[in-house]
């Protein structure tokens, strides 16, 4: 019978826990291990956790200063002791028989993860953008990280993801504590990386609370905070090609690396003044040259990203610009060649109609 691991990151969440922790104490065919790393809460989290942890032994608490989501993961990853992992938000749950599911396919043999899908609870609430990508497609990867990564449905978040945890020991994957947005992403994106068998699921055995403050779904954010955003998408891009450069990773996928950077930020940038967007783009060159080499990448560059890069190239090397730092014609060519018609369609829906996503 497969042991689980569950780490659950709980901060100020005496009115959600002890739903979430009942979800997981109630799977079936599976043993579990319920780990609740309480993150410096200032309510009554804690205690919540410890009378939970008194009723159940399968319950464990620790407590730690706050440090946020990454640094709390990281501690219930020091203590875990399960054969799998798997992380749950404090606010959310798993389906009934969720875990035995994925014991099912976990048993085959070699795997390092399995991703599946999930649920957004209120359903009204899900953004127009994440509907029809709540799952990715049933399949087994082996060796094939280029098609994990960049062609389904499996980012950006963790808790969709069942790890073995000697997988993750051996590969010493840790969420990176410096960043506060987009942590997820940049787990993710090496841990695919590295993988050597990955299955995807269909099945949809996670319910995902949305709330009106989730950080995951400001897409659509105000003016004032965006250049705030910006920084910490930057700071994803150059945690990631960090990663990959110090591990040694296959350097077959670099123009697909590029295009997910790329993707990640030009939108936004776009939105920026045009003093704004130079500065920005002079830092993010010198992200793209620290792994890409001198010239930014632009020589594996595919065809909608390398018009887009030599203009980046142009306003970080003091070209006189008048109006954006890529005109408006390339950027729509590079998202419809990266996400397609429809999805540029939808981004630009969910965008009118306030109802974004990542």
Not at 151 to 179: C, G, I, K, S
Request: hydrophobic letters at 45%; a negative charge.
């Amino acid at each position: 019978m497969m042991r689980f691991s569950v780490i659950i990151p709980a901060y100020n969440a005496e009115g959600v826990l002890e739903q979430c922790v009942a979800s997981v104490l109630a799977q079936e065919g599976v043993e579990v291990e319920v780990i609740v790393v309480d993150d410096g809460s200032r309510d009554d989290t804690r205690a919540v956790a410890e009378r939970l942890a008194v009723d159940d032994a399968r319950v464990r608490v620790v407590s730690k200063p706050n440090g946020g989501v990454s640094s709390a993961r990281n501690a219930g990853l020091d203590v875990a002791t399960g054969e799998a992992v798997l992380f749950v938000d404090a606010d959310d749950a798993l389906v009934p028989g969720a875990l035995a599911s994925l014991a099912a396919r976990l048993g085959y043999g070699g795997v390092d993860c399995l991703v599946f899908g999930m649920v957004i609870e209120p359903p009204e609430a899900t953004p127009l953008t994440l509907a029809h990508r709540l799952a990715p497609r049933d399949g087994i990867y082996e060796d094939k990280p280029h098609q994990v990564i960049f062609e389904e449905y499996t980012h950006p978040y963790a808790f969709r993801v069942a790890f073995m945890r000697d997988f993750l020991v051996q590969n010493n994957l840790r969420f990176d504590t410096n960043l506060s947005l987009g942590e997820d992403e940049a787990f993710l994106m090496v841990a695919y990386a590295v993988a050597h068998r990955v299955i995807c699921s269909s099945e949809q055995l996670y319910r995902y609370r949305m709330s009106e403050v989730s950080a995951s779904h400001r897409d659509n954010a105000s003016d004032d905070v965006l250049p705030a955003k910006l920084r910490k998408h930057l700071a994803v891009v150059a945690s990631v090609l960090g990663a990959w450069k110090e591990r040694g990773l296959d350097r077959s996928c670099d123009a697909d690396l590029l295009d997910w950077a790329l993707d990640l930020l030009m939108l936004d940038v776009s939105r920026l003044a045009s003093e704004q967007q130079v500065a920005f783009y002079v830092e993010l060159w010198d992200v793209l040259v620290a792994y890409f080499g001198p010239d930014g990448g632009r020589s594996v560059a595919g065809l909608a990203a390398e018009p887009c890069l030599r203009a980046i190239q142009r306003a970080a090397f003091g070209a006189r610009l008048r109006g954006p730092v890529i005109a408006k014609p390339l950027l729509v060519s590079f998202y419809v060649h990266t996400r397609g018609v429809s999805a540029v369609g939808e981004r630009a829906l969910a965008r009118l109609h306030g109802r974004g996503a990542y």
